[in-house]
């Protein structure tokens, strides 16, 4: 079976066709600067119970002196409770920015931004 040759002008064509729509498909990236994705950095939830609103104990009526001595015991009592939540808070705060404070920087070790 013979094969058919093609002429040369039409030769000279295709190959010029070829080269000009493959030559900016294998060069298109090459001048990019690669840009690294930034990471995302996922905080840890706050315990709901912890910022969940504290009862305030309500006013005794009559309002007696015997009464307000206890009733300033249980606003004292839900005051403490106030404070330990808020120091729970703090320690979760303080154990999340210690966990994310060792993570190495990005490009490894030596790199500088």
Do not use: H
């Not at 990236?29 to 905080?43: Q, Y």
């Amino acid at each position: 079976m013979k094969r058919n040759k093609l002429s040369a002008p039409l030769q000279r064509r295709m190959i010029a066709v070829i080269g000009l729509f493959l030559l900016p498909l294998l060069t298109s990236c090459a001048g990019l600067n690669n840009t690294p994705a930034l990471p995302v950095v996922i905080s840890p939830q706050i315990d709901t119970e912890l910022t969940e609103e504290t009862q305030v104990p309500a006013m005794p009526l009559p309002f007696t002196y015997r009464a307000s001595l206890f009733w300033n015991a249980d606003l004292l009592l839900a005051l403490g409770q106030c404070n330990r939540d808020k120091a729970s808070i703090r320690e979760q705060d303080d154990r999340r920015k210690e966990l994310y404070e060792q993570r190495p920087e990005r490009g490894g070790a030596g790199a500088t931004p």
